[in-house]
């Protein structure tokens, strides 16, 4: 979703609201209500009054649906498979410079406005008086020295600026306005650039400036930088200065952040700590400064127990590394472990889709793979109501990789071609393609004689993928076609994916299942190395040409086509033709096989944790998880 100049005027709109709502909150700033977990601190004079912490302006969350005004204080614990994501604090957190809404529109967050015009220029308005976790000035200047001194350093950005800041290779003009205003202007349209400041994973176009100067050549006391290079055994400032600054990682506790809850635990460590932001920019309609719990807890466990775990009644709210399957155990210990298991639905493009590598090095199998009536075959082949009915209760939704219906892009055709099960005509594209030959066991052979044995690479991190392939083992056999299945670590899956080593994968669907046609349809096209289905291709795109394959089939030179369109394009019924084109060629030429989706996402809900939607969509992106619901607003009834 990005901001046309028609919704610009909204975005603005809500910064105007937002000011004119906290209006009242300059002048209710009498009635503030301090923290209990700082009122000490306050008497004793090492921490400022709330009204103190709080910017000029804060940001009024009010209480819609069935959310209601809490109380601040306790202690929530939440379970992750390992040390590194404790970036969830982050994702979780959700504070963005703009952010999305439950309706899934962007508003600003931590800024308090923004003016888009041609959707090329972004100028910022920062809140006044807004400050770091540590109690410091959040300026223009902390967008100064990202872009001008890690940005664009060679040191420390040896390619320079992200490519998500590129538009068509093009970096912006940055401007500094004044000390809380800053601009960005492109030579052309850059739709993408709201919806990355938004992402789970955020483009993050600012830093905590006073903090990491220490560890820049530029301004760093250059005796004391050599010390620091000494104590950390660094030679390179410029790798001690990235060491320190990652402000998606979330790993460094000194670092200062924006986020509504401070990671106080350095790694390695099995429980991670996050404290309440003491100047987190948000309040409640009562002027209770957000987040309302205290202390945000990740615990490290291993991620075939974390399932086991929320059935006991270990943690206060947990969604990640559950699945469907687990629901009947989750059931079923509600009561003795004291929590309810909500039911979200995933808003991916598909559930579980199947990744045929048209890049793939065996040149035998490549040429299958770029044989259309090779990709509708299995499509054919596989029974989805077999999956849907054994593993999910017949609840998921059955078809290709497309959108759900929630979106208003969905088309029923768009899910069904291609995906109804058919073995007799799956047979028959097979039997055209040539592959007429059958070994003794039934499997049909290859044009150069091996048996037409497909191994499907995992990334081995559950069982719901091995189910649901084992079931389509099954009904591929009736056509010919052996299915193996390989699991692996998830670096070595996605390197032989990249080298062409493997020849089919399994993973989720698009991302975004219930985009609009002001979504950004880049999915749908050969933009990145980490796409399965064509890795090489997206490559050359991702590296302008350098590394990779260029695209050489028709459909998918168009859909690079369409998509560098759909950027240029400022008319909104030309965008939404070119997502209706895209979707058709995808259904039509079947570069990813989708099984199953619309499945639902377990979220376990302690009793007393107040808050928390018992109806949701669970997304990564746009959604950050729980972060679309803002976890802030969540608290603690006991």
Partial sequence: MFITNKASAALLLTGAMALAATSSATSMAATYVETPMF???????????????????????????????????????????????????????????????????????????????????????????????????????????????????????????PRLLLSEGQPPVFEVLDKT???????????????????????????????????HDRYADPK????????????????????????????????????????????????????????????????????????????????????????????????????????????ENEKDGRFETYLWRIAKGAHVALYPNMNAADPVWAKLMRDVRFRRALSLGVDREAVNESLYFGLAIMGNNTMLPGSPLYRKAYQKQWAEYDPDLASELLDQIGLTEYNDDDIRLMPDGRPLEIIIETAGEDTEQTDVLELVSESWAEIGVKLYIK???????????FSGQALMSVWSGLENGIATAQTNPEELAPRSQQQLMWPKWGQHYQTSGKVGQAPDMPEVQELSTLAAEWIE?????????????????????????????GVLQPV??????????????????????FGIYRPDTFWLDR
């Fill in 569 to 597: 394009s400022a008319d909104p019924a030309r965008k939404e033709e070119i997502w209706h084109r895209m979707l058709a060629i995808h259904a039509d030429q079947v570069y990813s096989i989708g099984v199953i989706a």
């Fill in 487 to 497: 699991p692996s670590q998830r670096e070595v899956f996605r390197n032989r994916i």
């Fill in 604 to 625: 376990v809900v302690k009793h007393g944790v107040m808050n928390v939607p018992k109806e949701g969509i669970y997304n990564w992106d746009p959604g950050a998880h």
């Fill in 39 to 161: 009122a000490a601190k306050v008497a004793a004079g090492e921490l400022p009054s709330v009204d103190q912490r709080l910017p000029k302006i804060p940001s009024v969350v009010k209480m819609t649906g069935e959310k209601v005004i809490g109380r601040q204080g306790g202690e929530l614990r939440t379970l992750i498979g390992r040390a590194k994501d404790v970036r969830l604090f982050v994702v979780y957190g959700y504070a963005r410079l703009i952010g999305y809404n439950e309706k899934y529109e962007l508003v600003p967050d931590i800024i308090q406005s923004v003016a888009v015009k041609d959707d090329r220029q972004f100028t910022f308005k920062l809140r006044q008086g807004h400050k770091w976790s540590d109690g410091h000035p959040f300026t223009s200047e902390d967008f100064r020295y990202w872009w001008e001194d890690v940005a664009n350093n060679k040191r420390t950005s040896p390619a320079g600026p």
């Fill in 181 to 215: 205003t800053v601009r960005y202007t492109w030579p052309k349209a850059n739709p993408f650039f709201l919806p990355r400041l938004a992402g789970a994973s955020p483009l993050f176009i600012y830093r905590p400036a006073h903090y990491l100067k220490q560890y």
């Fill in 224 to 331: 004391t930088l050599k010390k620091l290079l000494r104590k950390h055994r660094t030679r390179s400032w410029a790798s001690l200065h990235n060491r320190f600054d990652n402000m998606y990682r979330f790993d460094n506790p000194a670092l200062p952040t924006l986020q509504p809850w401070v990671n106080n635990t350095r790694p390695p460590a099995t429980r991670f700590i996050g404290v309440r932001n003491p100047y987190y920019h948000r309040i409640d309609e009562k002027g209770r400064q957000l987040p309302y719990v205290d202390k945000l807890i990740m615990i490290v466990s291993d991620g075939k127990l974390i399932a086991a775990k929320a059935g006991t009644g270990e943690v206060d709210l947990q969604a990640r590394s559950l699945a469907f399957n687990n629901l009947t155990f989750l059931r």
